[in-house]
């Protein structure tokens, strides 16, 4: 690589999810610590892309205070601009509160300013910016509309998933043709480049997307925060009681949010049938992450008699990251039977801490735990229960699937991630 590299990374997913809730995802997490390697690499001057309906929300995160860069639309935000931000804003106030009346005006208002924008002209972005910018750089987003434009730009998106093309069923945005993920593939073309956290994915936009251009296609496996490491007993009982968890019980572990997909309800049948079958009572299923209320209905309705087991089924809610590793690393295993992933971070996150885990035998996920874990039909209940005896009662497996984890774990990183990233940039650089 020649010199340094202007290199602008859209930072729109690390501001849109800024509140530490459960709205947080692999994704936004893939994001930060990518660019927390990019940030270290020499190779680049970095800046700062943001949407602008967004900009003013930079404010409350800590990105410019951690990271000594430009955002680089930033500066030409007019007086429109900023009219339009603080109306969406307004909106969004009137749409939590449920104030019907001043949501219509406002998306009124909205629409309005919009057209007179439009007509006049003066939503028209200034390029001159771009001029001295070789690289652009999206960890999911589509491209922005007036970067798509600018030839001189080498544009790069890391895709991370087809799942709403394949399992379109459980998103709604994506049935009523209005997401963000339809916008990003409607825009796939055989010029730009593109990174896949997974070989699986790869094969996926390769069968589902054609606009895509296999030759443009580089494999980064993903990796985990240098925080997940095992952790000690004290700091495990510390997360517990932090949490209102039982203390005096063993525990199995689950992370991740309560969509169909992640097959939650059938790893918690399955565990209820398994302590039934086993008479089995020192034992509770810890859930990490997403909303509690629609999952426990559907439960009492499938389960005849799950208030015998409510008990051993417990919600810990959203987890703070630095409570993820001592989580992990007292559990007895941790369970994320898939029905499909483009990657599927917790099951190397467990892996780091050695906890052994149980997967599905799908899509990305034999990728990432190899050998290391227990791997079975996403869609077998016998299977589930086979596995959570295989561990309770085997704790030699347990051991050896730990060890296993914290080896194969090693091969990760996100330092060899983004190294080949900007191996690939600094080549499709050379060869322009």
Known sequence: MQGKLNLVFDITILVVNRKKDGCRSGIYFTAANILDEFYKHPEFNLSFYCD????????????????????????????????????????????????NFQKNLMAIKMLLFSLKLKLTGKNKPDLSKYS???????????????????????????????????????????????????????????????????ESTKRDFI???????????TTTLLACAETFKPASPDKTAAALKKYNLPQDKKYIFSLCTLEPRKNLIRAVKCFIEFLNKNNIDDLVFILGGGSWKGFIEQLEREVPDFDKYRDKIIKAGYIDDEDLAPLYSGAEWFVYTSEYEGFGLPPLEAMSCGCPVITSNNSSLPEVVGDAGIMIDWDSDEQHIKAYENYYFNPQLRTQNSEKGLTRAKDFSWEKCVDLMTKEIGKEMTND
């Not at 967004?54 to 430009?70: F, G, H, Q």
């Open 207 to 217: 069968k589902y997307v054609p606009s895509i251009n296999p030759e443009h296609i």
């Open 132 to 198: 001295e910018v070789n690289a652009f750089f999206s960890p999911c987003y589509r491209i922005p509309e007036e970067i798509r434009g600018l030839k001189h730009i080498k544009k790069y998106t890391l895709l991370h998933d087809t799942i709403p093309l394949i399992l379109p069923q459980y998103f709604a945005d994506v049935q009523k043709g209005n997401s963000w993920y339809l916008k990003l593939v409607d825009t796939i073309n055989k010029e730009d480049y593109y990174f896949t956290n997974s």
């Open 52 to 99: 602008k309906k967004l900009i003013p929300a930079i404010k409350e995160t800590d990105i410019l205070k951690k990271y000594n860069c430009p955002v680089i639309n930033y500066d030409d935000m007019t007086e429109d601009d900023w009219t339009y931000v603080t109306l969406k804003s307004k909106r969004n106030e009137y749409r939590q509160a449920k104030k």
